[in-house]
């Protein structure tokens, strides 16, 4: 892929949905973004922007695979010219004790020549917040919250600085709010210090909006950051405030309707989005997939298929893999986590192909690990950023795909509101 102007903004997403959120983020603060799948091929044509998000399924695999494929986005960024490269990571830090948000973070510090690296997954505008530290969901810490049930990456500590430094191999250091208070130099004053103390990475809290544009300033002084969408928004405000790059309005996705059948997908199971399925059955047809016959082998896609094709063309549907924690941890305890996790994921990649193949071209996919195993299926290469579905969830229309003009919406499982499926599809012509 070639780009006509300067890259001012690289990124680096760990998995699909982040990627849209984040792209979404960028595109309302008036940068011109795109967002690809994996590294773009040379031959992918795509307008002149401002930003890219490279989007990668790298969250929750193993952590030296995540850092090449990172380190692969990070050389092709830079070589149409970013100058900042952010990691993107959820906004509930989702990982593990092995990684792989510090795995990642090191390998990159150490491409860009960075000596200390700014980290903030706070993003107030969906309630996540950072202070002394402590990462909270809502009103509650994250350790408190429903992601200590989360069927991969439960999340049990809410102290940042503990949960990178455990990642990482070099020191994590803390900017609390009283010095990000006082403005960027007492927070570039800050790092310059633990940086000489031999600190390589920092979190820093962020309680309100304002705080992320005091974070984007500083970032831009350095070669690499690591956050959630919130970081994304603070640095592309900075871009626009130093006059390197033009505020552009919001995009909207192109007036051409793409028609036909639409569809659902629900992978995730949190609580969120289990609200947001039992909302849904109230409008559409829904079919809830048994996950014991998806992992023991039965075809439990062929009948989903099946089932869709006596309704698909009289309106909308919805296909669900989501089950409660418990049920899913019982099912991780007779199968195991990777053997479980893979089977109903490549399910929902089997759906959702043979959905498309029977003329679906609307299609909304709700769950991280879902999305990434439906657009890898697809072999969407990119998309273009559209009208906002719910904050963080826009309407994205693929780019160079095999099958044709698509809509799709990718959603992490927390996201959007009760209505969201029906909310999508009402946004999605």
Same mark, same amino acid.
């Given at each position: 892929?070639?780009?006509?102007?300067?890259?001012?903004?690289?990124?680096?997403?760990?998995?699909?949905?982040?990627?849209?959120?984040?792209?979404?983020?960028?595109?309302?603060?008036?940068?011109?973004?795109?967002?690809?799948?994996?590294?773009?091929?040379?031959?992918?044509?795509?307008?002149?922007?401002?930003?890219?998000?490279?989007?990668?399924?790298?969250?929750?695999?193993?952590?030296?695979?995540?850092?090449?494929?990172?380190?692969?986005?990070?050389?092709?960024?830079?070589?149409?010219?970013?100058?900042?490269?952010?990691?993107?990571?959820?906004?509930?830090?989702?990982?593990?004790?092995?990684?792989?948000?510090?795995?990642?973070?090191?390998?990159?510090?150490?491409?860009?020549?960075?000596?200390?690296?700014?980290?903030?997954?706070?993003?107030?505008?969906?309630?996540?917040?950072?202070?002394?530290?402590?990462?909270?969901?809502?009103?509650?810490?994250?350790?408190?919250?429903?992601?200590?049930?989360?069927?991969?990456?439960?999340?049990?500590?809410?102290?940042?600085?503990?949960?990178?430094?455990?990642?990482?191999?070099?020191?994590?250091?803390?900017?609390?709010?009283?010095?990000?208070?006082?403005?960027?130099?007492?927070?570039?004053?800050?790092?310059?210090?633990?940086?000489?103390?031999?600190?390589?990475?920092?979190?820093?809290?962020?309680?309100?909006?304002?705080?992320?544009?005091?974070? %984007?300033? !500083?970032?831009?002084?350095? @070669?690499?950051? $690591?956050? *959630?969408? =919130?970081?994304?928004? +603070?640095?592309?405000?900075?871009?626009?405030?130093?006059?390197?790059?033009?505020?552009?309005?919001?995009?909207?996705?192109?007036?051409?309707?793409?028609?036909?059948?639409?569809?659902?997908?629900?992978?995730?199971?949190?609580?969120?989005?289990?609200?947001?399925?039992?909302?849904?059955?109230?409008?559409?047809?829904?079919?809830?997939?048994?996950?014991?016959?998806?992992?023991?082998?039965?075809?439990?896609?062929?009948?989903?298929?099946?089932?869709?094709?006596?309704?698909?063309?009289?309106?909308?549907?919805?296909?669900?893999?989501?089950?409660?924690?418990?049920?899913?941890?019982?099912?991780?305890?007779?199968?195991?986590?990777?053997?479980?996790?893979?089977?109903?994921?490549?399910?929902?990649?089997?759906?959702?192909? %043979?959905? !498309?193949?029977?003329?679906? @071209?609307?299609? $909304?996919? *709700?769950? =991280?690990?879902?999305? +990434?195993?439906?657009?890898?299926?697809?072999?969407?290469?990119?998309?273009?950023?559209?009208?906002?579905?719910?904050?963080?969830?826009?309407?994205?229309?693929?780019?160079?795909?095999?099958?044709?003009?698509?809509?799709?919406?990718?959603?992490?499982?927390?996201?959007?509101?009760?209505?969201?499926?029906?909310?999508?599809?009402?946004?999605?012509?």
């Amino acid at each position: 892929m070639t780009l006509a102007g300067k890259l001012f903004l690289g990124c680096i997403a760990d998995d699909y949905t982040g990627a849209s959120d984040l792209a979404n983020t960028l595109t309302r603060a008036g940068l011109r973004t795109v967002q690809t799948i994996g590294v773009p091929s040379d031959n992918l044509a795509l307008p002149e922007v401002d930003a890219v998000v490279v989007s990668l399924k790298s969250r929750s695999i193993e952590a030296g695979l995540a850092v090449t494929r990172s380190r692969a986005a990070e050389k092709w960024l830079r070589s149409r010219g970013a100058d900042h490269v952010l990691f993107k990571i959820c906004s509930t830090f989702d990982s593990t004790d092995a990684g792989n948000i510090g795995p990642v973070m090191d390998a990159l510090r150490a491409e860009s020549a960075d000596t200390i690296v700014l980290v903030t997954p706070a993003f107030p505008e969906t309630g996540r917040t950072v202070y002394q530290g402590n990462l909270f969901v809502g009103l509650v810490p994250l350790n408190e919250s429903p992601l200590k049930d989360h069927p991969l990456n439960p999340m049990h500590d809410s102290n940042l600085v503990r949960v990178l430094a455990r990642q990482s191999k070099t020191r994590v250091g803390l900017i609390a709010l009283a010095t990000l208070t006082r403005g960027p130099d007492a927070v570039r004053a800050q790092l310059a210090d633990l940086s000489a103390k031999g600190f390589g990475a920092a979190i820093i809290d962020a309680v309100f909006d304002r705080d992320l544009e005091t974070i %984007g300033s !500083v970032a831009l002084d350095h @070669r690499l950051s $690591v956050g *959630a969408s =919130g970081i994304g928004l +603070g640095i592309a405000r900075a871009l626009v405030a130093s006059g390197k790059v033009k505020s552009s309005a919001p995009s909207a996705v192109p007036d051409t309707p793409v028609g036909g059948p639409a569809a659902c997908l629900a992978g995730s199971c949190s609580q969120a989005t289990l609200q947001q399925i039992a909302n849904a059955e109230k409008t559409m047809p829904v079919l809830l997939l048994d996950p014991e016959r998806v992992v023991a082998g039965k075809d439990e896609a062929g009948r989903a298929l099946a089932w869709a094709k006596t309704r698909i063309n009289q309106g909308p549907i919805l296909i669900a893999s989501s089950s409660t924690p418990e049920e899913v941890a019982a099912l991780q305890s007779r199968h195991g986590r990777d053997a479980a996790g893979h089977a109903i994921e490549q399910a929902m990649a089997d759906i959702a192909e %043979g959905l !498309v193949q029977s003329g679906v @071209r609307r299609l $909304v996919v *709700a769950g =991280g690990e879902t999305s +990434g195993a439906v657009v890898d299926r697809l072999r969407i290469p990119g998309f273009l950023v559209g009208a906002e579905i719910a904050a963080g969830v826009p309407v994205l229309r693929a780019v160079g795909a095999n099958n044709g003009e698509m809509l799709l919406a990718l959603k992490s499982g927390n996201f959007g509101g009760p209505e969201f499926f029906s909310d999508a599809l009402a946004l999605m012509r």
